[in-house]
């Protein structure tokens, strides 16, 4: 058992390595706390496998994905030499500094390029704030994409080929892989309970066995969906 999550983190490497030398294809990630690992995990498993596309089911904030993040960088990076311009006018402005740069590159991923594409279609949005911003400082400029980029979630289209894939609990209960790691079971993350409602009563949340009251129930139900995953491999 795991005691930090570089431990298990290593043992997840570990497990992923034996299994793709064993031709066992496509590997499932199974997480708790998808919503707030994600990030995290995607980023470490970009790193140990930057050339595989990876099948997350779950939206991310755009600014998350690599390629945007570089996007960003480079822009932040350069002298933007427009005083101040309209939303209009600055889109043609960073078209023009993240080609410089060769942005994004050659040979991406479906994935990569996805997100690329979905951050080419938040230029063009960036482009009717010109209604509410006659004029934006470089600063101002920087700032609002950042910041659009932050907002807008995105989940590329997954591919059943894809030789990761990354899923949340609920999403997982019904896939069938040829092997399957289910990270993060601590007793914070596994079984979940909904928080109790601070405007009902304890005892008549009890008597209606409103969720987070019925414990037995809880336990049940979680020990159901890990024999469904030990079914499901």
């Known amino acids: 058992v795991a005691e930090e999550t570089f431990d298990e983190n290593q043992a997840l490497l570990a497990w992923l390595h034996q299994k793709r030398a064993q031709a066992l294809t496509p590997l499932a990630i199974v997480v708790p ?21 990876l099948a997350i089911s779950l939206g991310m904030p755009l600014i998350q ?3 945007i993040q570089q996007a960003l960088a480079i822009l932040r990076l350069e002298r933007l030499d427009l005083p101040a311009a309209s939303p209009g006018q600055w889109v043609p402005h960073f078209y023009h500094r993240l080609s410089t740069h060769q942005w994004p590159g050659e040979s991406l991923t479906s994935e990569a390029y996805q997100s690329v ?3 080419l279609s938040l230029l063009d949005d960036f482009k009717t ?7 934006m400082t470089p600063l101002q400029a920087l700032t609002t994409l950042e910041r ?4 807008t979630l995105f989940q590329p289209q997954q591919s059943l080929q894809a030789p990761l894939h990354v899923l949340g609990l609920l999403d997982a209960a019904g896939s069938s892989f040829p092997a399957m790691w289910i990270m993060g ?5 596994f079984p979940s309970i909904a928080a109790a409602n ?9 008597a209606y066995t409103l969720p987070a009251t019925d414990l037995a129930h809880i336990e049940a139900t979680a020990r159901r969906r890990l024999q469904r995953f ?3 491999c």
Do not use: V
């Not at 706390?33 to 596309?53: G, I, K, M, V």
């Not at 704030?129 to 004029?135: P, R, V």
């Not at 601070?198 to 009890?206: A, E, R, V």
């Open 185 to 189: 079971l601590t007793d914070q993350a």
């Open 117 to 119: 594409q979905r951050f």
């Open 230 to 232: 030990q079914h499901a």
């Open 33 to 53: 706390n998808l919503a707030e690992q994600a990030p995290s995990l995607t980023r470490w498993l970009h790193t140990h496998f930057p050339a595989d596309p």
């Open 198 to 206: 601070p405007f009902i009563p304890p005892t008549l949340q009890q």
């Open 148 to 151: 659009l980029t932050q907002t």
């Open 65 to 67: 994905y690599p390629l």
């Open 129 to 135: 704030l010109t209604f509410l911003h006659a004029h």
